[in-house]
Every structure is written in C-alpha cells, then in structure tokens.
C-alpha cells in the first residue's frame, strides 16, 4: 500500500494522550496510532452511511420483491 505524509494540528492533551499509548506500546508510532483511527472513524462513517441508506428503503416494497417468484420456484423444489 503507497502511503502519503501529512501534517495535522493536534491538541497538547490529545498528543499526550497518544504518546502515552505509544510508549506503552499500543501502538508502534504515531503515524500508525492516527492512521488506525483514521481507518476506523471512515469505516464508521460508512457504515452509518449505509444504515441511513437501508432506513429509507419501504419494508413491504422489499419484501415483495424478494418474494417475487418465490411461489414458482416452490412449486418445482422436491420435497424432502
């Protein structure tokens, strides 16, 4: 994977913080600490994305459509 380097701000407290997981090991760098939560607040985002998307959708439009045929098809399953 091609990584970029970027300069962020980042507040004194917040940096302690990091550097504490740093040194105590959670982490190899900083890069990597804010590389991973990165990562993970884009993935959350996503997802939410997705769950507000799905929350849109007409439950019994869906239904009916997934049921669509479904009748036909049960007609020429064997039974077991």
């Known amino acids: 994977m091609s990584t970029e380097k970027v300069a962020i701000t980042i507040d004194r407290e917040t940096l302690r913080r990091l550097d504490h997981l740093v040194k105590s090991r959670r982490f190899a760098n900083r890069s ?18 997705l769950a507000e998307e799905c929350a849109k959708l007409n439950r019994k439009d869906e ?16 039974e077991y």
């Open 32 to 49: 990597r600490a804010i590389q991973q939560a990165v990562n993970e607040k884009l993935a959350h985002l996503e997802h939410s994305r």
């Open 63 to 78: 239904q009916a459509m997934a049921e669509e045929g479904m009748s036909e098809d049960a007609e020429r399953w064997p």
